[in-house]
């Protein structure tokens, strides 16, 4: 009875242990990064040894603490360009006297070139989302410097912004550490977001606003995407709050000229 009972405490103790140490690990997990820049220490960013995730969910360190810094925003747009929802969210961008930064997918530009000078032609700065779209996890760094390069080419040839060759964002936020790595040799920072309102769902625009205004952060780059016309409604709103707020609007390239990396990795949150 005795022998039955130390079994089952001790698997008891083992169930807890194991529970625990999953918890630590999800909440020891770094944050995603605002940007990756061409000689950032991607380990650290984002794949921290687990002697050190440990530490960060036990005691904190100083690299988890937020810090509120200048009032600048980044609108970005992802995919595209689209033959009736760009020139929709362009117009709306002029009416609003704010620039944006574009990440374009080539595959998409090389059926409307059109449209991918009129985004550089009203002065917004173009990034590089790829050639096709992929889940970039799953492709291996050949295929990902493909993705890149291609990408960069085309777009490359049609607008002369040095944006294709130096800012890339991952299609769906996904990627591993050597996407990131094969993203600094080819001399591209990664550009993520400090906020995502999630208007790649099927919401409202005032869901998108509401959301905005609950998790804006000082700096700010927000995640928009192009072709959806509830993201275009939502676009006065958002520059509203944000001007009321003190904001000042820049595109991404802008934007690092502005503040540092670390800076936009540790945006603190700050609602309008």
């Known amino acids: 009875m005795r022998r039955l009972l130390a079994i089952v405490v001790i698997a008891a103790i083992a169930i807890v242990l194991a529970f625990g140490g999953q918890r630590i690990i999800r909440r020891s997990k770094p944050p995603l990064p605002a940007v990756v820049s061409r000689n950032a220490d991607i380990t650290a960013l984002v794949a921290p040894p687990l002697r050190a995730r440990i530490e960060r969910a036990i005691v904190g360190t100083s690299a988890d603490h937020r810090v509120a810094g200048?009032?600048?925003?980044?609108?970005?747009?992802?995919?595209?360009?689209?033959?009736?929802?760009?020139?929709?969210?362009?117009?709306?961008?002029?009416a609003e006297h704010v620039p944006a930064t574009f990440f374009i997918i080539a595959r998409d530009?090389?059926?409307?070139?059109?449209?991918?000078?009129?985004?550089?032609?009203?002065g917004d700065e173009i990034g590089n989302h790829t050639e096709t779209h992929p889940d970039l996890d799953r492709l291996d760094d050949a295929a990902v410097a493909k993705q890149l390069t291609d990408a960069a080419a085309y777009l490359g040839s049609v607008v002369r912004d040095p944006g294709v060759h130096t800012f890339f964002r991952p299609p769906h936020g996904r990627f591993r550490p050597a996407?990131?790595?094969?993203?600094?040799?080819?001399?591209?920072?990664?550009?993520?977001?400090?906020?995502?309102?999630?208007?790649?769902?099927?919401?409202?625009?005032?869901?998108?606003?509401?959301?905005?205004?609950?998790?804006?952060?000082?700096?700010?780059?927000?995640?928009?995407?192009?072709?959806r016309p509830a993201t275009v409604?939502?676009?006065?709103?958002?520059?509203?709050?944000?001007?009321?707020?003190?904001?000042?609007?820049?595109?991404?390239?802008?934007?690092?000229?502005r503040v540092t990396p670390d800076q936009?990795?540790?945006?603190?949150?700050?609602?309008l």
């Open 70 to 94: 200048p009032k600048l925003i980044a609108l970005t747009f992802d995919d595209g360009p689209y033959p009736v929802d760009t020139p929709a969210l362009l117009a709306a961008l002029r």
């Open 109 to 122: 530009a090389e059926q409307y070139p059109g449209l991918l000078r009129a985004i550089a032609a009203d």
């Open 179 to 227: 996407t990131l790595a094969v993203a600094q040799r080819l001399g591209f920072a990664t550009v993520l977001w400090t906020d995502d309102p999630g208007d790649w769902r099927d919401v409202g625009s005032a869901t998108i606003v509401a959301h905005v205004a609950r998790f804006a952060t000082s700096p700010e780059i927000l995640l928009l995407h192009n072709g």
């Open 264 to 271: 936009l990795n540790r945006a603190a949150r700050t609602p």
């Open 233 to 257: 409604a939502a676009l006065p709103q958002i520059v509203q709050r944000f001007r009321a707020a003190g904001y000042t609007f820049v595109t991404v390239g802008e934007m690092l000229e």
